[in-house]
Nanobody
């Protein structure tokens, strides 16, 4: 089970920090990923991090603006989002990867999704 939090309304150029708390599995055995889904669009990959926290993967459209991190002692994974743009508006979800290393960018390679947290970036 995962629970996302930290979403909200922010102006263009602003920042938000999302957090995901996981339970029910050995958290440090799994990679983690953040995805997002805008209205009328498919869920898309944002960022992933391996079990150790040393290897990160980012989608091109967030590279240099977003940073993923994890704390295995707290069973949490965060997404720091800076320089937000209106096109970042979406519901953000975190999921557990099917392996300890980031398995890829496909939705089907992650599971145990939470309910999501809404991020809205206004002009």
């Amino acid at each position: 089970q995962v629970v996302e939090s930290g979403g909200g309304l922010v102006l263009t150029g602003g920042s938000l920090r999302l957090s995901c708390a996981a339970s029910g599995r050995t958290f440090s055995d799994y990679s983690m990923g953040w995805f997002r889904q805008a209205p009328g669009k498919e869920r898309e990959f944002v960022a992933g991090i391996d079990w150790s926290g040393r290897n990160e993967v980012y989608a091109d459209y967030v590279l240099g603006r977003f940073t993923i991190s994890r704390d295995n002692a707290k069973n949490t994974v965060d997404l720091q989002m800076n320089s937000l743009k209106p096109e970042d508006t979406a519901v953000y979800y975190c999921g557990l990867g099917v392996s300890s290393y980031v398995p890829g960018r496909l939705v089907d390679l992650f599971d145990s999704w939470g309910q999501g947290t809404q991020v809205t970036v206004s002009t």
